[in-house]
């Protein structure tokens, strides 16, 4: 599965997200479009799942105040990707900078 360019427009319940990441490893990125700090990480994204990483589930969450599914995952900054897999978080980058970041925490979920 690629990188997902687009943001979902309804989010997902949580369950569905614990469970999904039970089934497949998981990114989800929590951002907003309009928000310049999240359009500057698309590059680095792309650039990171350039190397592989099909079994990833990427999810674009369009957060915001009062969001549920952000709220539970305590999203405070833009953007926020949550790594998961085996229906836990097993990393979490905020604000990433770099590919290499992405690159290294896509390769602890989507690894043997």
Known sequence: MPMNPHYALTEPIRDAVDTLSKEHPLLLEFGASWCPICEAAQPLLVEAFGG???????????????????????????????????????????????????????????GP
């Open 52 to 110: 592989g990483h099909e079994r990833v589930q990427h999810i674009k969450v369009e957060d915001g105040k009062g969001q549920p599914l952000g709220r539970s995952f305590k999203v405070k900054l833009w953007p926020t990707l949550i790594f998961m897999r085996d229906g836990q978080e097993v990393e979490r980058l905020v604000r990433p900078t770099n590919a290499a970041d992405i690159r290294a925490a896509l390769a602890r979920i989507d």
